[in-house]
């Protein structure tokens, strides 16, 4: 299969500027760009669907660069609804930093800085250069700005078109960069870019967007219990990753598999055949979970994904680091103790169970676990020798209730 017909199998194009670009994309040899603004110290999973493109067409023998925009980050792209808070200077060089190792690391993708080339731009240059090649009636319809004028849009965003057509200009007069690829949110800066280039040197560039990941339920795709799922391992652990993958949803896994994994055609069928006759045994998510953290992380991460997970499953918690206790149980109820307590005090006090019947019900039926140990004597005194590392106990209620309790 060429490339651009396996990106069109795996759902990975939703627009292309011209048809020229078919042939383009096969033969190789393009030099493209992919932007991101620094609003974070890390990209998340949203952003991997569309720098799994960027990799593809690497390997297709394109080169990719990485634009980080500090100078657009500072204005901000549009929202639909409301106008992006202002981030200083100093945290978004910070960001960028942060993104610009991430991404060499990961990726291997250049990485540049239109603040680097925007920041000595004066006022009137910037109006006769490069604003007098837009025209009004055009700007406004575009999707990003048709759908702020109801309710409002400062002149500050509304440059902000301009500002991501200047950085293509810029790439494509200083590194032959001859197309830009972003979400189908973009789609209105990329052609933005195109038209300004055509009006400026006569040439011809190009512009590619993919289709938003979303859930089931059109949801944007990315986040568990309302928080991002991050690239950084230091916020989201392999492990968390893991669970996220492991939970997506069947009417969506198949379309997940094609996005974001590298895996082949046939392979991605036998997990189709897998999810309708034994979707029981979640294949498909697991090759997912697979496929994504080895990329990100590498090997040893996913072993350790699979070793947390499997110990939280079967109770066999003493197998566990501290460091691997804190990542599995980090969205649990937690209690610090300073000193040793009865396991009755400790269950009545701090809400475990609701009276001492009910406790002696779940400890005398072996409901009561500390570090997958079943308890049977209500008497018993917890002190931190009990703990793992002297500072952390697992405890289970029931078969879905856990409690971390540290020892100051």
Known sequence: MKLYDELIW???INDIS????EEKINQGGLTFYIGTDPTGDSLHIGHYSTFSIATRLKQGGHHPILLVGGATGLIGDPKPSAERPMITKEMLDYNYKKLRKQVEDIFGFEVV???DWSKDINFIDYLRDYGKFFNINYMLSKETVKSRLDIGITYTEFSYMIMQALDFLYLFENKDCTLQIGGSDQWGNITSGIE????????????MTMPLITKADGTKFGKSEGKAIWLDKEKTSPYEMYQFFLNAEDSKVIEYLKKLTFLSKEEIEKLEDSLKNEPHLRLAQKALAKQVINFLHGFAA??????VSEALFSGNIKNLSLNDIMIGFNDVPTIELDGEIELMDLVIDYNICSSKREAREFISAGAISINGDKIIDENIIITS????DNK???LKKGKKKNYLIIFK
Do not use: F, P
């Open 10 to 12: 795996r759902g990975l």
């Open 18 to 21: 011209s048809k020229e670009l």
């Open 113 to 115: 800085n239109n603040y």
């Open 196 to 207: 300004l280039i055509r009006k400026k040197t006569g040439k011809e560039v190009y512009g």
């Open 302 to 307: 996913y072993d350790d994904a699979i070793k």
């Open 385 to 388: 020798k009990d703990a793992i």
């Open 392 to 394: 952390v106990i697992v």
